[in-house]
């Protein structure tokens, strides 16, 4: 009998395979070497554009190994490693401090980065699925040990996540990464607001969290001084000021995404064609690439992305309604918020609707550590579909 299960399950590798989710994430990959090469010809401070694009086609194919390492591991083995996971990411953070690289300082002014000759890598960016796994390891358990929601339990849970968040969130706040702090805080709120703790907890904190921002967001305009003292940089209120207002400087603190605007503007309904850019925009291959996308395939061309990104996110979702693990969709949440913060952020920022805060288009920015990032979560979902049907989890055992 365990034979005929186990040629059961062989025969149905395939089926347990989440295609749909693939091909959304091969589309987006197909649309940002393209987009990349566009970016990059007409970037005069580019040394090699064939360079260039073969090291991010070798990043795509460490991020697809990624994904199927990743996608081996069940339930049980994911939550055996997540705290594991998580002490490394936060020994890297540290020691990214130490180590960083000064002229990727120098350039985006935050000492978040290691580089190796040519190559760098952002700690930052492989800690979020780390992240992830420890705070659905954190509800899980937190959810077996009080089955029944308290407002007590339910405070005692929202302590325990704040206290796994609090080193990550000061170490990024001594890498001077407030961006990369708000995608883990988005990620943290995401996974609140799935693990039961009741609204008469959750609407006081997000009142609380309204507030706050108001207020930051008055001391901006009004008055800077508090908001120094507690460490606010002065490329960060640059990056506030040319958000409040992109035409007020546009030869200077504004001129980023004053061309980034002009760019996608220029590209109209059908957008110019394809390696057609008159727009200069700096950084466009990375966090500003989605100017390219605007430029070259017009409104129709970015709202297809946008799609295709809902499309990737409602497979996702299918996939965690699918599941029987509680701890799985914990972490499906933690990578859909992730992902679909990175989206709203970056896609925000290009079009002027939100702050300059250096967070790349998932899948499509050139980069490394930011791809190899999602993809790490694309095998978390994957893991739990290609798991589903070959381990028991929803008969009550505790694999624990």
Known sequence: MARQQFLHRDEDDDARIDWGIIFSVLVLAVIGMISLYVALTHDTSTASVT?????????????IGAVIFIMQFDAEQLWKIAPLAYGLGIFLLILVLFFYSRRMAILNGAKSWFAIGSLSFQPSEVMKPAFILMMGRVISQHNSEYPEHTTRSDWLLLGKLFAWTIPVAVLLKLQNDFGTMLVFFAILGGMILVSGITWKIIAPVAGAVTVLGSLAIFLVVYDRTLLE???FQAYQFKRIDSWLDP????????????QSMKAIGSGQLLGKGFNVSNVYVPVRQSDMIFSVIGENFGFIGCCLLIFIYLLLIFQMIQVTFDTKNEFYAYISTGVIMMILFHVFENIGMNIGLLPLTGIPLPFVSQGGSALIGNM?????????????????????????
């Open 51 to 63: 360079r260039t694009m073969i090291t991010q086609a070798m990043w795509y194919i460490l991020g």
């Open 247 to 258: 035409s007020g400087s546009t030869s200077g603190s504004s001129y980023q995404l004053w």
């Open 229 to 231: 003292k507690i460490g």
């Open 376 to 400: 790490i979560g694309v095998g978390f979902v994957m893991s739990m579909r290609y798991h589903n049907k070959s381990y028991m989890f929803s008969n009550g055992t505790d694999f624990r």
